[in-house]
């Protein structure tokens, strides 16, 4: 991976201005008075009453009771890090947006999120993730505020609330935690077909990322570029990791969820520690104005993609993630993202989900940081200053000049001034024919529920289909109403038959034909003469849905191997391994029996910062067993084996050094194409080659691997 080194930019000078460095400094009050005494409060003698009259005391107790701010309503649990977007391809055709154009260098903050959980719930649960990231241009904020699935589960923005609260928690008892495997949950969702293709890749691996790093992030609306002569282009974007798109096995992410469940966060601070700086392609799909109802779906409906072999994928630029933020509350937590931000030569479709986003995000954050002087906070202020006539409310900081707050006016020469009036551009809204009656109505080019499901179904691998399955009969067995499972499996029914009747085999049922008579109850409500037979699609597969790695394309990079040891080991069969994988930009983790020094067979130690107590297979990306006079002690250590077996189950590469091969015996591993052993041959490479694949996959055809 190109390790860059972060320059600065216009937005890390700003926010060093608000930085407090405690080091060497003298502890004071909130207003600067010196503090003598910081462990006793004022008291009438020292075995007394406290005193009222303590303003030390009081000052600290006031902020302290006030520190918790009330959390995102979803979203809740986030991780962030800043970085800088860098533009390569000219699209001055399409777009007049600056921090677009080639060679454009722009900072930005890019929050991931699970959506479900509140803020202390577990990275690794079943979840969309959010990739919402804001652009500091030098025409103000754009935030690109998307997740890492390209659909949405509802269409249109009035059902918003009742798909979170169904999700989230039941109200009655605040349960389950971060997790759509509940009642609830399926109880909407099989009355809403519209959900059927999201739900597809909510069960999907994509929604157990290995690492935030190597998720796809995307837009997930059609947007519009604007160009400099006001022509529109509607646009999807797209983020494709440089480390491939990656997921773990629901088994393991559970496992996970308890050895550590700040496995993301850490993974991404620590990569960014190390200088691993995560990078993403940005990619835009581009449709002209006139394409614009030429497609078997409508562009406008956010439960379909544009399939990449209809509308190609253009590269256009890179981001890099390569600043960890400096404080988790003033950064992460207070970072207010809003689709209604846009820049010049960019605007909003009428996806009538996006536009009913621009109203929320905006009343969230006047409600979840305490009025409308959010964008005041340091990590929300635009890099240009922002200018206007607003004023007051709570918690401002901007001091205002001079007497004028109103426009028009003459006292300060018009200023500040609209730019229409000096022949700038400014910010203009598309100029787009409207003509329409005011109805509450649902388009019947949004009645196609099925069609893109099957698609991302049919797309995926054997392996992939199957963790599918795996994900429905998991959720839908934690579902304790049988007319729920079977309204579901009605759904499933229309979209592949082969899946409907895998999933019911699971749950001990026959899939209903037809939709249940609720579910069709209440899509008439949206589309009275439904059924509407759909068009015949454009692609009946996509190889872009499926994360499988194609033979010689992967990478190891950043990816942690476990090297399994006990006092004695070798120095030189541990290095045999590390150096190859070093090589490859991958880390190998020495787990020892305790923490501090271990004795190495050549003499001399090495020193252990992990332990078979706290470090478990799902932590890592494979296992190697390197040789020496630790042998002994392996073959007597449950915990070895429990590394070896969890390892080998979750169809990861497995190495054993000369003379180690032995342990196996006692495990349940068996000799396959991820099971290397160094007996001749190149087998670092071999075992590189092996974790490039990312996973065994023909291991679970032949040992039923829990998915
Ligand atoms: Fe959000 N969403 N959302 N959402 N969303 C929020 O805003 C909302 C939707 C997404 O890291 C909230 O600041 C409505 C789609 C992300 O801070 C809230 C609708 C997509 C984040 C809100 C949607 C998203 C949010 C809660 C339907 C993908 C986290 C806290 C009309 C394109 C941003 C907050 C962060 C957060 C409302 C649908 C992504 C309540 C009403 C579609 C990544 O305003």
């Given at each position: 991976?190109?390790?860059i080194q972060?320059a600065s930019?216009?937005?890390v000078?700003q926010?060093k201005?608000?930085v407090?460095d405690n080091?060497?400094?003298?502890l004071?009050?909130?207003?600067?008075?010196?503090i003598?005494?910081?462990?006793n409060?004022?008291?009438?003698?020292n075995?007394?009453?406290s005193?009222?009259?303590?303003h030390?005391?009081?000052?600290?107790?006031?902020?302290?009771d006030?520190?918790?701010?009330?959390?995102r309503?979803?979203?809740?649990?986030g991780?962030?890090?800043?970085g800088?977007?860098?533009?390569?391809?000219?699209?001055t055709?399409?777009?007049?947006a600056?921090?677009?154009?080639?060679g454009?260098?722009?900072?930005?903050f890019?929050?991931f999120s699970t959506?479900?959980?509140?803020?202390?719930?577990?990275?690794?649960?079943?979840?969309?993730?959010?990739?919402?990231?804001?652009f500091y241009?030098?025409?103000?904020?754009?935030?690109l505020?998307?997740?890492?699935i390209p659909?949405?589960f509802?269409?249109d923005?009035?059902?918003?609330?009742?798909?979170v609260?169904?999700?989230?928690?039941e109200?009655?008892?605040?349960?389950?935690?971060a997790?759509?495997?509940h009642?609830?949950?399926?109880?909407?969702?099989?009355?809403?077909p519209?959900?059927?293709h999201?739900?597809?890749?909510?069960?999907s691996?994509?929604a157990?990322?290995?690492?935030?790093?190597?998720?796809?992030g995307?837009?997930?609306?059609?947007f519009?570029l604007v160009?400099?002569e006001?022509?529109?282009?509607?646009?999807?974007?797209h983020?494709?990791?440089k480390?491939?798109?990656?997921?773990?096995?629901?088994?393991e992410?559970?496992?996970?969820?308890?050895?550590n469940?700040?496995?993301h966060?850490?993974?991404l601070?620590?990569?960014i520690?190390?200088?691993?700086?995560?990078q993403?392609?940005?990619?835009v799909?581009?449709?002209?104005?006139?394409?614009?109802?030429k497609?078997?779906?409508d562009i406008l409906?956010?439960t379909?993609?544009v399939?990449?072999?209809v509308?190609?994928?253009?590269?256009?630029?890179?981001?890099?993630?390569n600043?960890n933020?400096?404080?988790f509350?003033?950064?992460?937590?207070?970072?207010a993202?809003d689709?209604?931000?846009?820049?010049p030569?960019?605007?909003?479709?009428?996806?009538?989900?996006?536009q009913?986003?621009?109203?929320?995000?905006m009343?969230t954050?006047?409600?979840?940081?305490?009025?409308p002087?959010?964008?005041?906070l340091p990590?929300?202020?635009?890099?240009?200053q922002?200018?206007n006539?607003?004023?007051d409310?709570?918690?401002?900081?901007?001091?205002?000049?001079?007497?004028?707050?109103?426009?028009?006016?003459?006292k300060?020469?018009?200023c500040p001034?609209?730019?229409?009036?000096?022949?700038?551009?400014?910010?203009?809204?598309h100029?787009?024919?409207?003509d329409g009656?005011k109805v509450?109505?649902?388009?019947d080019?949004?009645?196609?529920?099925f069609?893109?499901?099957?698609?991302?179904?049919?797309?995926?691998?054997p392996?992939?289909?199957d963790?599918?399955?795996?994900a429905?009969s998991?959720?839908?067995?934690?579902?304790?109403?049988?007319?729920?499972?079977?309204r579901?499996?009605?759904?499933?029914?229309?979209?592949?038959?082969?899946?409907?009747?895998?999933?019911?085999?699971?749950?001990?049922i026959?899939?209903?034909?037809?939709?249940?008579?609720?579910?069709?109850?209440f899509v008439?409500?949206?589309?009275?003469?439904?059924?509407i037979?759909?068009?015949?699609?454009?692609v009946?597969k996509?190889?872009?849905?499926?994360?499988?790695v194609?033979?010689g394309?992967?990478?190891?990079?950043?990816?942690?191997?476990?090297?399994l040891?006990?006092n004695?080991?070798?120095?030189?069969?541990?290095?045999?391994l590390?150096?190859?994988?070093?090589?490859e930009?991958a880390e190998?983790?020495?787990?020892g029996?305790?923490?501090g020094?271990?004795k190495?067979?050549?003499?001399g130690?090495?020193?252990?910062?992990?332990t078979?107590?706290t470090?478990?297979?799902?932590?890592?990306?494979?296992v190697?067993?390197p040789?020496?006079?630790?042998?002994g002690?392996?073959?007597?250590?449950?915990?070895?084996?429990?590394f070896?077996?969890?390892?080998?189950t979750h169809?990861k590469?497995l190495?054993?050094?000369?003379?180690?091969?032995?342990?196996?015996?006692?495990?349940?591993?068996?000799?396959?194409?991820g099971?290397?052993?160094?007996?001749?041959?190149?087998w670092?490479?071999e075992?590189?080659?092996?974790?490039?694949?990312?996973?065994?996959?023909e291991?679970?055809?032949?040992?039923?691997?829990?998915?």
């Amino acid at each position: 991976m190109k390790k860059i080194q972060p320059a600065s930019n216009p937005k890390v000078e700003q926010l060093k201005t608000h930085v407090v460095d405690n080091a060497n400094q003298r502890l004071t009050t909130n207003d600067g008075s010196p503090i003598y005494d910081n462990n006793n409060t004022l008291k009438a003698g020292n075995r007394g009453p406290s005193l009222l009259q303590d303003h030390v005391y009081l000052d600290k107790l006031m902020h302290f009771d006030r520190e918790r701010i009330t959390e995102r309503v979803v979203h809740a649990r986030g991780s962030a890090a800043h970085g800088v977007l860098e533009i390569h391809e000219d699209i001055t055709a399409y777009t007049s947006a600056k921090f677009l154009q080639k060679g454009a260098v722009t900072p930005l903050f890019l929050r991931f999120s699970t959506v479900a959980g509140f803020r202390g719930s577990t990275d690794l649960a079943r979840d969309v993730r959010g990739f919402a990231i804001k652009f500091y241009t030098e025409d103000g904020n754009f935030d690109l505020v998307g997740n890492n699935i390209p659909v949405f589960f509802i269409q249109d923005a009035m059902n918003f609330p009742d798909l979170v609260h169904a999700v989230k928690p039941e109200p009655n008892n605040e349960m389950p935690q971060a997790a759509s495997a509940h009642d609830t949950f399926w109880d909407f969702i099989s009355l809403m077909p519209e959900a059927a293709h999201m739900v597809m890749w909510a069960m999907s691996d994509r929604a157990i990322p290995r690492s935030l790093r190597m998720m796809e992030g995307f837009g997930v609306h059609t947007f519009k570029l604007v160009n400099a002569e006001g022509k529109g282009t509607f646009v999807k974007f797209h983020w494709k990791p440089k480390l491939g798109v990656h997921s773990v096995a629901w088994n393991e992410a559970q496992k996970i969820s308890g050895f550590n469940s700040d496995f993301h966060r850490q993974d991404l601070w620590e990569a960014i520690e190390k200088g691993n700086f995560p990078q993403w392609d940005l990619g835009v799909q581009l449709i002209p104005e006139e394409d614009e109802l030429k497609y078997s779906f409508d562009i406008l409906d956010v439960t379909k993609i544009v399939p990449e072999e209809v509308v190609p994928v253009k590269i256009i630029g890179t981001m890099t993630l390569n600043r960890n933020p400096e404080n988790f509350f003033a950064e992460t937590e207070q970072s207010a993202f809003d689709p209604g931000r846009l820049v010049p030569g960019i605007d909003v479709s009428d996806d009538p989900l996006l536009q009913g986003r621009i109203f929320s995000y905006m009343d969230t954050q006047n409600y979840r940081l305490g009025g409308p002087n959010f964008h005041e906070l340091p990590i929300n202020r635009s890099v240009n200053q922002k200018h206007n006539n607003q004023l007051d409310g709570f918690a401002k900081s901007d001091i205002l000049k001079g007497e004028v707050s109103y426009f028009p006016n003459s006292k300060q020469a018009g200023c500040p001034y609209q730019a229409m009036l000096k022949g700038e551009t400014g910010f203009q809204s598309h100029k787009q024919p409207v003509d329409g009656k005011k109805v509450r109505e649902r388009s019947d080019s949004f009645a196609d529920h099925f069609t893109q499901a099957r698609l991302f179904f049919r797309s995926q691998s054997p392996e992939e289909q199957d963790h599918i399955i795996g994900a429905y009969s998991f959720e839908l067995s934690k579902v304790t109403d049988p007319k729920i499972r079977e309204r579901e499996l009605a759904i499933l029914y229309q979209i592949d038959e082969a899946l409907a009747s895998r999933v019911g085999e699971n749950l001990n049922i026959t899939p209903p034909k037809e939709l249940d008579p609720l579910t069709l109850q209440f899509v008439r409500q949206n589309h009275p003469n439904y059924p509407i037979k759909p068009k015949k699609p454009e692609v009946e597969k996509s190889a872009a849905l499926s994360m499988k790695v194609k033979e010689g394309k992967g990478t190891i990079e950043t990816r942690k191997v476990a090297f399994l040891v006990e006092n004695g080991v070798s120095k030189a069969s541990i290095d045999a391994l590390k150096s190859a994988l070093e090589k490859e930009g991958a880390e190998a983790v020495l787990i020892g029996p305790k923490v501090g020094p271990l004795k190495l067979k050549e003499g001399g130690t090495t020193d252990i910062a992990h332990t078979y107590f706290t470090d478990k297979s799902v932590l890592y990306d494979a296992v190697y067993t390197p040789a020496g006079d630790s042998v002994g002690a392996l073959k007597a250590n449950p915990d070895y084996y429990e590394f070896l077996n969890e390892a080998y189950t979750h169809c990861k590469a497995l190495a054993f050094a000369k003379g180690t091969e032995s342990l196996m015996e006692k495990s349940f591993v068996e000799k396959d194409a991820g099971v290397i052993l160094e007996e001749g041959g190149d087998w670092t490479q071999e075992f590189v080659n092996a974790m490039k694949m990312h996973r065994i996959w023909e291991r679970e055809k032949a040992r039923k691997v829990p998915s």
